[in-house]
């Protein structure tokens, strides 16, 4: 799919050096046997791609997603955000500080996260619950799995906006098509609830949303 210059290359090798043993071993064994191979779509390698700038912005799904939170919501540059199941390394949070001057440093959740400074980024080694943040004006997540559930349940009781890069991933196993298209249309019908509070329920496509039939799903104040 692409290539990873030497220079990035050597960049990425200095950071796994330092930290790949904070990965989980099924992780390590991933990174050692596919990485520099540009055949696969794993969040594990892309994440760390990202990160260490070795995707041209025009194919970083991270930034594309940043770019669509930028474009959609108001006042973003003020407002406190959370990204929820971030993964090992906060890729998309990265990408929106890059993106958007913020003036709030944004909370990251995941207990597989990398725990080092990230510019501007609070980190939380543990799971997002109810009880997290609860002054968070937005929910923001990318490829979160079965922590959407979650997302919208808050988004729904807080009355918070949200936006999440949907997967078709639930507790290890994938959706078919038609039981997620069943899935993602049932969130949204709920979600319109909040239409009654001034907000606006769409869906958006980027490329990788086209490329894995998976949404994203945008619930934003008017």
Same mark, same amino acid.
């Given at each position: 799919?692409?290539?990873?210059? /030497? $220079?990035?290359? %050597? @960049?990425? #090798? ?6 790949? +043993?904070? *990965? ?7 990174? /050692? $046997?596919?990485? %520099? @191979?540009? #055949? ?6 892309? +994440?760390? *791609? ?11 799904? %991270? ?160």
């Amino acid at each position: 799919m692409f290539k990873i210059s /030497k $220079e990035k290359q %050597y @960049q990425i #090798n200095q950071f796994l050096k330092n930290n790949i +043993q904070k *990965y989980p071993n099924y992780a390590q064994e991933y990174i /050692k $046997e596919n990485i %520099y @191979q540009g #055949n696969e779509l794993s969040d594990i390698l892309f +994440q760390l *791609y990202s990160y260490k700038d070795a995707i041209i912005k025009e194919l970083n799904p %991270y930034y594309q997603f940043a770019e669509l939170i930028k474009n959609k919501f108001n006042h973003l540059e003020t407002k406190k955000i959370t990204e929820v199941a971030c993964g090992f390394i906060p890729a998309a949070s990265i990408a929106l500080n890059n993106t958007v001057n913020l003036s709030n440093k944004i909370d990251v959740y995941d207990p597989c996260l990398i725990n080092i400074p990230y510019p501007n980024i609070n980190n939380h080694k543990n799971c997002f619950t109810e009880l997290s943040e609860p002054k968070t004006d937005l929910l923001m997540a990318h490829l979160p799995c079965e922590a959407l559930l979650l997302i919208t349940k808050i988004a729904l009781m807080q009355k918070k906006e949200m936006i999440v890069q949907t997967c078709k991933c639930f507790n290890g196993t994938s959706f078919s098509n038609s039981e997620f298209t069943y899935y993602i249309n049932s969130l949204i019908y709920q979600l319109k609830q909040l239409e009654d509070f001034g907000f606006i329920i769409e869906t958006e496509k980027n490329s990788l949303s086209m490329l894995t039939n998976s949404p994203i799903i945008l619930a934003r104040k008017k």
